[in-house]
């Protein structure tokens, strides 16, 4: 279904080629062909998983700050 005649994949390539080149690709496939590349395949998602906690608790710290600075700015521009 992926790569049926309707499926995704044109739509991916059309995205792959308006932000990388031919070379960029190779690039990739070749990154993506290593041992580093393999390991990054498996560990990204649970790093983008883990730093969006991160981000989540950093957002959390400052909330109320971020809250009373808005608050303060819209009272000013009232």
Do not use: C, N
């Not at 995704?8 to 080629?17: G, H, K, M």
């Not at 932000?19 to 496939?29: C, K, N, Q």
């Amino acid at each position: 279904m992926y790569s049926a005649p309707d499926g995704v994949l044109p739509e991916i390539i059309d995205l792959y080629a308006k932000h990388f080149t031919h070379d960029d690709v190779l690039g990739l496939l070749e990154f993506y062909g290593s041992p580093v590349g393999q390991k990054a395949i498996t560990v990204m998602p649970l790093l983008m998983q883990e730093g969006a906690a991160v981000g989540q608790q950093w957002m959390d710290k400052r909330r109320p700050q971020i809250e009373d600075t808005l608050r303060r700015r819209l009272r000013e521009g009232a």
